[in-house]
């Protein structure tokens, strides 16, 4: 997926609204919680999952990639491109190349782009956290399983929080 087709504001940081009620010990514990692998929230439609979220970022010590989460993510090239250029709003270039072999005629394997992105974000030596809001919309296997596998082998520097009006649609063992 070329840059040219990616939603760009789906990698954006929701603004925290003024005059919204605080939820200190939520964010409080979420900041604790993000150093961990990976945190996954739930809770039903209107319970303020990406407002709790968009406190803690105010909050957040180290730099946050954000992708809201929608239908089109059920392709697994497109769920990873929106992550790989979420990253690069933080480190630009991050992924460059693996982008460009996966618009390539012939692209490599998703596992292969995959795994050389991650061994690309081993080389980084500073902590940073992913965003994935409304994960609910997810539906498809193969994006879950890119997703325990992100979880599964990733390296030190990347922590996940994942919301969703649901649990995911199978486990990730790890």
């Not at 460059?96 to 991650?118: C, F, H, Q, R, T």
Request: overall charge negative; glycine content about 4%; charged content about 20%.
């Amino acid at each position: 997926m070329s840059p040219e087709n990616i939603l760009k504001t789906k990698l954006f940081i929701p603004p925290f609204r003024k005059g919204l009620i605080h939820r200190q010990n939520l964010v409080t514990r979420i900041v604790q919680a993000a150093r961990q692998k990976a945190v996954f929230l739930s809770a039903p439609a209107g319970y303020g999952k990406t407002t709790l979220l968009t406190e803690f970022v105010s909050k957040a010590d180290f730099p946050v990639a954000w992708v809201s989460l929608d239908q089109s993510e059920n392709d697994p090239v497109i769920f990873l491109s929106h992550l790989m250029y979420s990253v690069q709003r933080i480190w630009d270039g991050l992924g460059e190349s693996i982008v460009d072999a996966m618009n390539s005629p012939g692209s490599p394997s998703i596992n292969y782009l995959l795994n050389s992105w991650l061994n690309e974000i081993a080389e980084h030596t500073t902590d940073f956290l992913i965003i994935l809001d409304d994960f609910h919309l997810v539906q498809n296997e193969e994006v879950v399983d890119v997703l325990c596998q992100i979880v599964g082998h990733q390296p030190q520097q990347i922590h996940f929080v994942i919301s969703s009006r649901s649990g995911l649609p199978k486990a990730c063992s790890r």
